[in-house]
Structures are given as C-alpha cells and as structure tokens.
C-alpha cells in the first residue's frame, strides 16, 4: 500500500458529479453539466499568479 489516493469523486451543484485522477492529471468522468464547476489550475509566469483554463480546455470531457 502506498498511502495515495487513486481516485478522487466530487460532488458539485446540483448533484453534478466527477471524478479525479489527480495523480495523472486528468478527469476519469464527470455528469453533462460537471464543466461548470471544474477548471485546470496553472501558474502564469507573466502575471505571476494562478489562472484557470476552462475544464475542457484539452479536450471534450468524458461522460459517466
């Protein structure tokens, strides 16, 4: 056993859903309106503070 998380679920606004392999970077799954709530998170080294990217932003997010 290693002690990390394998997966990780959310639960957002009105009982949309997603889960997190956090570990790889990526989301596994997430319900049809998921989108609104999740965001990727990286460091603008220009501004110098953290940005959000729209969670679709690699790519159409994959459906449970």
């Known amino acids: 056993m ?3 998380a394998l997966l990780t679920l959310v639960c957002g606004p009105g ?3 997603a889960a997190l392999d956090l570990s790889a970077g990526r989301i596994v799954s997430a319900s049809e309106e998921a989108w609104r709530f999740l965001a ?7 501004a110098g503070r953290l940005r959000l990217l729209p969670a679709e932003h690699f790519g159409p997010l994959p459906t449970s």
């Not at 990727?40 to 220009?46: A, N």
């Open 2 to 4: 290693t002690g990390r």
């Open 40 to 46: 990727w998170r990286y460091y603008d080294k220009q």
């Open 15 to 17: 009982r949309e859903t």
